[in-house]
Every structure is written in structure tokens, then in C-alpha cells.
């Protein structure tokens, strides 16, 4: 018996394995990639500053949006990934070229940066997906694996584009369709735009399932996103909770420290007593969840001036939390000084609960959720 | 030519420098793994995911030949589709349902939550092929529905 020939580039009989196809889907694909990499680099950014960029606390709610996009570009590429792979498929086919010539060359070298660009995509979306579940089953660690290969995929995405760039120039508009003569597209084939229409739609459909986490609105019908926002203690969810932090609670001999010029130190009932202020900010993950709240507390300016420290200083958040790579934090001047920077005690009205943060945390404005420490038992002016 | 040149000159010192990121964060353990997952990647996207929907679409353009079917290929494809990329996505929230790493992370009943979500897009497209079907027999003055 004989085996069937295995495809070839030509088995695929489908008009819509077109560069018109691959262009206009292309095009939605790299929007998806560029809002991605953009605010994936700004979170990148907001979680590990180098000293050489200034990062404004203000708009307060600007990591919220943006770490929002993030998670939803990524979601939505997924669907729109899939339909730019397919539309391409048949040139996984192609017969590799032979004799070999400098074209064979080109052809394999560009090849290879195919497979380094989907290969990279195609990993980067499934962990970036499967890490807003707080899910780890692979062997290497995340938050580096996923910004290096997100400097990978830029560059064989820009690879690529200048490999196609004549392709896409005469794709760019909309181009003649041919239509198959014994399926007419009125009754069963597929057109380019009823095509369009359906990744459009499917999406949308993901984006608008998975949005929840991020916009509340939505959260009711976030059936594909692994955070509801009102779901927790105080109707807040939480990523690290006291028990995994190894915080169990506190004592009364419990004091909170500044170390400034002056060296201060409150029990918790002198805390309650010094003016309180009040903050709506968010809690933004970098998982893309997020959530407004109502938080009372001392500002942090106010904490740095009786220590006798100025507003625009350097601080050092110290918490109560064993191991864990955010045991300290770091507030920049510009977090330090903004007057909605909290030592916030209080939480949507009641006092913080333990998994929030008890008896103190920092909360400020345009901060990853990972830096609002918690359990705060000492602040330390650093310049 | 040039734009062309300055592209792959710019994606290649990108590339570069993301692969000197990857070298230099990762531990040789971590680095040696890497590949294993990235061709899993591949494997999983060009020999399973896309393969699967060219093979569902052959078979669903066969089928559509037949008599009378015309009237159902639109409303029958799109919603195959729109299952299929939700079905895709759930996957990972159905298998860690109640294995969060606290409460408040995969909260959801996603067992019900996808089956709801299936449903109603299977419901809608009826509810699309139905009304299609009653603009296109208006539109040819068909009205009788014979």
C-alpha cells in the first residue's frame, strides 16, 4: 500500500490563503503586538525603575489602563494569531529550495526567523495567558523569560516585515478576489470580508469575555478571565494573602518606625490618632486585574515631615513579610511627595483586613499592585 | 531597498539583544528547557490548532456542497468558530478551577460559567440564521417559505 503524498503548498485550495488575507490580518495582529510590547515595557518599567527614567505618580489611574491593555492585547492576539497562521499555512509546505544559491540562502534564513517569530509568539501568549492564573508548570522563571522573548518577537517581527514589505506594499489596498467557479461565495465559500468579519467577531468575543477583570462593568460576564474585581476581603481580591506572606497578625507591643532625620515610632492607636486622609486609587495587577477602593491612612508626606524628612524624599517601605522578592519596596520622591500616597490603616470603610495588609500598608497612585506593600512596619528615609 | 535594509539591520539588533536578555537572566537548566517549550509551541499551533481548523473546514466545505445547505453554511461556520476560540481559551481556567492560589484567584464556577457561554453563542446563532433567513426570503419576495 502506498502512503498519501504528503501536502503540498498547492493541496490547500482555499482563495483566502491570500497575501491580501495575510496583510489585512497582518495589520490587525501587529496593533495587538505593538500595544503589548508598549505597555508590557512600561510595566516592565513601573515594577524594576532604572534611575534614569522618571516615572510620574500621575494619571493615578494610568497602570490600571495600561496593564489593562496589556493582558486584553494579549488575550486578543490569540484568535487573531491563530487566523493569521492559518491564512499562511500553506507555505509551511513550500518545497525548500534547491540547488543551493544565494536565494536558497535567503529563503532558509528567512525561514528561520519565521519559526523564531511564531515559535516566541505563540510561547509568550500561552505563558503571559496562563500567568494572569497564577499558574508556573514551566521550567524557567517568568517575568524575564517573558520580557526577553518580547524583545525577540519585536525584532523577527521587524525581520519579517522588511523580508514582506513589497507583499504588504502591494496588498496594502484592497486587491482583485478571485472566486472559486464551483462555489460560488453567495451560497457556501467563505469571501475575504465575510472572513474578516469572523476573526473580527471571535476577538471581540474574547476580548469581551476576558475584560471583566479589568473594566468591573464587565465583570459579570467575565467568563474567561481568572479575577472577578469585587471578589475578596472587603470586596477587593488578593494575590499574596498573609497566610502565604507568613504574617499571622500582631501583638501589642506592635510599634510602627520611621528612621529620618528623626526617629519616630507609634504604637498602633497613636497611628489612628495622627490626621487622617482619604484616596480612591485602584489596586492594579500586573495579572491585568484591577480594582477601585476608598483608603484612609496618613499620607506618607505628612509621616516624612515630622521625621523632619522632605516631602521629595527616597523611602523605603519595610514590611512584616517572610522571603518573597517584595518584603521591601521602594517609593520614588514623586510617589513619596503626591498627596494620595497612603500608610493607609482603613479599607472601604472598615479596618484593613490581614490579607489586605493589617495593620498598615502603602498604597499610591500609578503603582503595580506588587509594590503597594503590605504589612508595613517601617519606613526609611533613603535620601 | 533601504527602508527594507534599515528593518531587518533594526530586527536583528533587537532580536539580539533579547536573546542577550534570555542568556543572561536565565540559568543553563532553565536555558536548555526553553527550547523544548518553544518548539512545543510550534508543534501545538501548525501541527495541532491550525491543522485541526483546515481539516474542520474541508470537511465543513464538503458538507455545505450538499442540497439545501446553503441556507445554514453561515450561521453553522461562525458558530463552530466562535466555540471552538472560547473552547481554546477556557481551557487552562477549567483545568485550574479551585486549584487558585488563594480564594479570590479563579473564583468563578468555570465549568458552568463555559457551558453558559457556549450556549449562548450556539443560541445566537440560531437566533442570526433564523433572522437571515427571513431577510433573505423578504429581500427575493419568497415569502410564502416554500
Redesign the interface.
Same mark, same amino acid.
Not at chain 2, 533594526?10 to 536573546?19: C, E, T
Not at chain 2, 517549550?37 to 510550534?42: F, K, N, T
Given at each position: 500500500m502506498k502512503l498519501p503524498a504528503p501536502p503540498t503548498e498547492k493541496s490547500f485550495p482555499s482563495p483566502l490563503h491570500h497575501p491580501r488575507v495575510a496583510t489585512v490580518i497582518g495589520r490587525w495582529l501587529a496593533v495587538a503586538v505593538t500595544i503589548c510590547f508598549l505597555t508590557g515595557l512600561y510595566s516592565h518599567f513601573a515594577q524594576d525603575t532604572p534611575s534614569w527614567l522618571p516615572i510620574p505618580s500621575r494619571p493615578a489611574s494610568l497602570y490600571r489602563v495600561t496593564q489593562g491593555l496589556h493582558v486584553l492585547s494579549g488575550t486578543v492576539a490569540v484568535p487573531l494569531l491563530l487566523a493569521k497562521l492559518w491564512t499562511v499555512y500553506p507555505k509551511l509546505f513550500a518545497k525548500p529550495p534547491w540547488p543551493p544559491s544565494r536565494k536558497a540562502l535567503a529563503t532558509m534564513l528567512e525561514r528561520a526567523s519565521i519559526l523564531v517569530l511564531v515559535s516566541a509568539m505563540a510561547l509568550e501568549l500561552f505563558i503571559g495567558f496562563i500567568n494572569t492564573l497564577q499558574w508556573y508548570p514551566w521550567p524557567f522563571p517568568f517575568r524575564q523569560t517573558h520580557y526577553a522573548l518580547a524583545w525577540i518577537i519585536v525584532g523577527a517581527l521587524l525581520v519579517h516585515l522588511a523580508v514582506k514589505l513589497p507583499l504588504i506594499r502591494a496588498n496594502w489596498r484592497r486587491t482583485a478576489e478571485k472566486v472559486p467557479d464551483s462555489l460560488p461565495p453567495a451560497i457556501t465559500g467563505l469571501t475575504r470580508r465575510g472572513l474578516f468579519r469572523t476573526v473580527a467577531g471571535a476577538a471581540t468575543l474574547v476580548g469581551i469575555t476576558s475584560v471583566g477583570q479589568s473594566v468591573p462593568a464587565f465583570g459579570p460576564v467575565a467568563v474567561l478571565a481568572p479575577r472577578k474585581p469585587n471578589i475578596g476581603p472587603q470586596g477587593l481580591p488578593v494575590n499574596r494573602t498573609a497566610e502565604a506572606a507568613g504574617v499571622t497578625g500582631i501583638d501589642e507591643n506592635w510599634r510602627f518606625m520611621i528612621t529620618g532625620p528623626q526617629q519616630l515610632s507609634y504604637a498602633l492607636d497613636e497611628l489612628r490618632a495622627l490626621p487622617q486622609s482619604r484616596s480612591e486609587l485602584p489596586i492594579a495587577c500586573v495579572e491585568g486585574w484591577s480594582q477601585g477602593a476608598r483608603w484612609e491612612g496618613i499620607r506618607i508626606r505628612d509621616l516624612l515631615e515630622l521625621s523632619g524628612a522632605p516631602a521629595h524624599s527616597r523611602v523605603r517601605v519595610v514590611s512584616m513579610e517572610k522571603g518573597g522578592f517584595y518584603a521591601t519596596s521602594e517609593l520614588p520622591p514623586d510617589f513619596a511627595a503626591d498627596p494620595l500616597t497612603l500608610l493607609a490603616l482603613r479599607l472601604n470603610g472598615g479596618e484593613l483586613a490581614l490579607d489586605h495588609g493589617f495593620p498598615a500598608r502603602v498604597i499610591a497612585p500609578n503603582r503595580p499592585g506588587v509594590l503597594q506593600s503590605k504589612w508595613v512596619h517601617r519606613l526609611e528615609v533613603i535620601s | 531597498m533601504k !527602508?527594507? +535594509?534599515? @528593518?531587518?539591520v533594526?530586527?536583528?539588533?533587537?532580536?539580539?539583544?533579547?536573546?542577550w536578555? &534570555?542568556l543572561s537572566? &536565565?540559568e543553563l537548566?532553565?536555558?536548555i528547557? &526553553?527550547p523544548i517549550?518553544?518548539?512545543?509551541?510550534?508543534v501545538?499551533?501548525?501541527f495541532f490548532?491550525?491543522p485541526l %481548523?483546515?481539516g474542520v473546514?474541508w470537511l465543513f466545505?464538503r458538507w455545505?456542497?450538499g442540497p439545501d445547505?446553503?441556507r445554514t453554511?453561515?450561521a453553522v461556520? %461562525?458558530t463552530l @468558530?466562535?466555540v471552538g +476560540? !472560547?473552547s481554546?481559551?477556557?481551557v487552562?481556567?477549567l483545568l485550574?478551577q479551585g486549584?487558585? %492560589?488563594?480564594? %479570590?484567584?479563579?473564583?468563578?464556577d468555570?465549568l458552568r460559567?463555559?457551558l453558559? &457561554?457556549e450556549a449562548t453563542?450556539i443560541v445566537t446563532g440560531i437566533a442570526g440564521y433564523f433572522f437571515t433567513l427571513r431577510r433573505s426570503r423578504a429581500s427575493s419576495g419568497d415569502i410564502g417559505g416554500r
Open positions: - | !527602508t527594507r +535594509i534599515g @528593518l531587518a533594526a530586527g536583528v539588533g533587537v532580536g539580539l539583544w533579547g536573546l536578555l &534570555l537572566a &536565565l537548566p532553565a536555558l528547557r &526553553l517549550w518553544l518548539g512545543g509551541a510550534v501545538a499551533d501548525d490548532l491550525v %481548523t483546515v473546514g466545505v455545505s456542497a445547505r446553503h453554511v453561515g461556520r %461562525t @468558530l466562535y +476560540i !472560547t481554546l481559551i477556557a487552562p481556567l485550574r486549584k487558585g %492560589t488563594n480564594s %479570590t484567584v479563579l473564583a468563578r468555570y460559567d463555559w453558559l &457561554l453563542i
